[in-house]
Nanobody
Framework: QVQLVESGGGLVQPGGSLRLSCAASGSIFSVNAMGWYRQAPGKQRDVVAT???????NYTDSVKGRFTISRDNDKNTVYLQMNSLKPEDTAVYYC???????????????WGQGTQVTVSS
C-alpha cells in the first residue's frame, strides 16, 4: 500500500500565505516526479507545479513568482509554499507522486485525498 497524506489547507485572506505538505508512505522503492494540482468547482483538475527527484521545477503561468514547490527526498515529502494568494487560487489542491514500489516494478501515479484552499476576505 502507498498513501499520500496532505495537510496545510485552510481559509486565508487575499494577499496571505499558506504552505501545503504531502507525505508519501508505505511500500516505496523510489519516488520520482512529484507535483501539485488543483480543481476549482465546476472545472477540471489542472497542474500547478511539478518537481523532479533532482529538483527541477515547473509552474503554471498563473502562479509563477508567487508559489514555490520543494521536496525533501529523505522524507518523501513535497511542499507548496503559496504567497500573495488571490481569490482565483481557491480550489481543492491535490498532490501527485510517481512511485516505484519495488526495484523491479514500473512507476505508477498516486494521488492524495485533496486539501481545500479558500482565499476570501
Amino acid at each position: 500500500q502507498v498513501q499520500l497524506v496532505e495537510s496545510g489547507g485552510g481559509l486565508v485572506q487575499p494577499g496571505g500565505s499558506l504552505r501545503l505538505s504531502c507525505a508519501a508512505s508505505g511500500s516505496i522503492f523510489s519516488v520520482n516526479a512529484m507535483g501539485w494540482y488543483r480543481q476549482a468547482p465546476g472545472k477540471q483538475r489542472d497542474v500547478v507545479a511539478t518537481i523532479t527527484s533532482g529538483g527541477s521545477t515547473n509552474y503554471t503561468d498563473s502562479v509563477k513568482g508567487r508559489f514555490t514547490i520543494s521536496r525533501d527526498n529523505d522524507k518523501n515529502t513535497v511542499y507548496l509554499q503559496m504567497n500573495s494568494l488571490k481569490p482565483e487560487d481557491t480550489a481543492v489542491y491535490y498532490c501527485n507522486a510517481q512511485i516505484r514500489r519495488w526495484s523491479w516494478s514500473r512507476q505508477a501515479g498516486y494521488w492524495g485525498q485533496g486539501t481545500q484552499v479558500t482565499v476570501s476576505s
